[in-house]
């Protein structure tokens, strides 16, 4: 018998990430959980979203919002692989379908094909550039390569470079692994130089296996047939003290003016209000992915076969992201939390974090448990006076920056 589904999903916005050119790409980053996704479509010679997919996409994605403003995100693979009409085409779409609403879009790039042209697309159209790199150029060029195995940063901050000249707004998304978490300092000093001001930092956490028959290599979490940790996953007590080092810096000097998603998201939980990022929700499961061809599945990092909620040519965005299956997903993240995690003093800040990374078990040997579990304690509890005092200037009506004096005066 299934589960009573504790929240309301229409409460949130639904989000897809679309993926034009599926998990095609240029470069060649050792981490990345996409590139390997292109062995679930061996019988496609191309990896293109068609005219139809595209518009049937829009459409009911459009429809399926319980909110008037609505967010494309589009993704990769690489999303410049499509060339500007295609994106033409999607505003052409979204103008036919949006009758009045507010459309925003967001596009993740790796920046290393951006030119005048792009640029000023983006800017004409107002689109929010989401640049992948990891940090100054010892940091990103570890493992963002090309295809010929060479380091890409001096092609990406061109990218940013022509960003920049245009006027283009664009945030950061940095993958914090074995090498980088060593250098939290660098990467956020290096992050501000650029022009920064909205900085996200996403921890690698994968494992590896020859156990699935579908000839994937990463696994799911709730999979644990033999594996090895991947080698460029981030220590967990290294990566608390990553954005430790950052928070004391931000929380003396940048606040109001430089922003950090899980510093933002932390703060939002502290107050009670949604945290923006699902991640750090108690729930989930409104954010799903779509490929080229338009199956969706239930998350960006669960594109796996057990995980497709079905295709948008035969199925409504509605009728997916809100059937059974997908909302038990989303449920699952809450009620699923071990023991350990319903005792934690820390738990209304992380909210167990993302599914995907409980890989691990607790000091009883409960499953579920976040692999990432001290880094974030250890976090969550140096934050905890300057989120309370934050918490406390909002209450009263004043600007949260005023801790930056707080922390200042502390030792």
């Known amino acids: ?39 679930l479509y061996q019988n496609r010679k191309k990896m293109e979203m068609t005219d139809e997919v595209l518009e049937m996409f829009t459409k009911s994605y459009i429809e399926a919002q319980p909110v008037k403003e609505v967010l494309f995100t589009w993704h990769g693979g690489e999303t410049l692989l499509r060339d500007i009409s295609f994106y033409k085409k999607a505003l052409q779409f979204q103008k036919k379908y949006g009758r009045g609403r507010q459309i925003d879009n ?16 983006f800017k004409d159209n107002n689109f929010l550039v989401g640049i992948s790199i990891d940090g100054p150029e010892h940091c990103h060029d570890v493992y963002r390569k090309n295809k010929g195995g060479k380091g890409t940063f001096a092609e990406v901050m061109k990218g940013v470079g022509l960003l920049q000249k245009h006027g283009v707004e664009f945030n950061t998304l940095s993958v914090i692994n074995d090498y980088n978490v060593q250098f939290p300092l660098d990467v956020y000093r290096f992050f501000k130089e650029i022009g920064s001001r909205y900085m996200q930092f996403a921890p690698i956490v994968e494992r590896i296996s020859d156990g699935r028959t579908d000839g994937l290599k990463l696994l799911p979490p709730d999979q644990n047939i033999d594996y ?25 000097y940048d606040v109001g003016n430089f922003y950090v998603q899980l510093f933002d998201a932390t703060l939002a939980n502290m107050v009670g209000a949604q945290p923006g990022v699902c991640i ?51 449920a699952d993240k809450k009620e699923k939390l071990p023991t350990q995690c319903l005792q934690c003093d820390v738990l209304r800040f992380c909210h167990g974090e993302c599914p995907k990374n409980r890989i691990a078990r607790t000091s009883d040997g409960e499953p579920g448990l976040n692999y990432l579990c001290e880094g974030y304690k250890a976090f969550f509890r140096h934050a905890l006076p300057y989120m309370e005092f934050m918490a406390n200037e909002l209450h009263n009506k004043r600007p949260p920056a005023n801790v930056m004096y707080f922390a200042r005066g502390k030792k």
């Open 106 to 121: 967001v596009l993740q790039t790796n920046g290393t094909r951006l030119n005048d042209e792009w640029c000023r697309f």
């Open 280 to 330: 750090f929700a108690e729930t989930c499961g409104h954010a799903a992915a779509m490929e080229f061809n338009g199956d969706v599945y239930a998350c960006d990092h669960y594109v796996f076969p057990e995980f497709k909620l079905g295709n948008v040519r035969n199925q409504t965005i509605f009728e997916m992201m809100f059937q059974q299956q997908q909302l038990q997903f989303g």
């Open 1 to 39: 018998m299934s589960k009573t589904i504790a929240f309301n999903p229409l409460s949130l916005p639904t989000y897809v990430m679309a993926k034009p050119v599926g998990s095609t790409c240029n470069l060649d980053c050792a981490y990345c959980y996409y590139l390997e996704k292109e062995k």
């Open 228 to 252: 090895q940790l991947a080698s460029w996953s981030v220590n967990p007590v290294k990566f608390g003290k990553f954005y430790i080092e950052i928070f004391d810096e931000w929380v003396r």
